[in-house]
């Protein structure tokens, strides 16, 4: 059974970087595509950013695009989130989670196994 675990997050002051992993453990890692998603204190869980098993395709939501790349090495069965130009709305628990598809989205309905999540806050 694939399990997913997140490290990473910390404090950060607006305007620097974090590299968030989500390393898997359990099952065929490049099997499945991987997405990150967050979920802020009283906001809804969203979709951040997606990359299918193969790492030849990825899903940026509009926020994240230009400041976050996603990587992985399958060879480590990890995946990286270089978070890059950090403001104080991307504090957040953020989470990696596992899908099946050829292809990956930023539907939640889609994975089938997450993490515990990694907290991130940015602030001076």
């Known amino acids: 059974q694939l399990q997913l675990v997140e490290s990473g997050g910390g404090l950060v002051q607006p305007g620097g970087s974090l590299r968030l992993s989500c390393t898997a453990s359990?099952?065929?890692?490049?099997?499945?595509?991987i997405g990150w998603f967050r979920q802020a204190p009283g906001k809804e869980r969203e979709g951040v950013v997606c990359i299918n098993k193969r790492g030849r395709s990825t899903d940026y939501a509009d926020y994240a695009r230009g400041r976050f790349t996603i990587s992985r090495d399958n060879a480590k069965s990890t995946v990286f989130l270089q978070m890059d130009g950090l403001e104080p709305e991307d504090s957040a628990t953020y989470y990696c989670?596992?899908?099946?598809?050829?292809?990956?989205?930023?539907?939640?309905?889609?994975?089938?196994?997450w993490g515990q999540g990694t907290q991130v806050f940015v602030s001076s």
């Open positions: 989670a596992a899908q099946s598809g050829i292809y990956c989205s930023l539907r939640e309905s889609e994975y089938h196994t």
């Open positions: 359990g099952s065929a890692f490049d099997d499945h595509g």
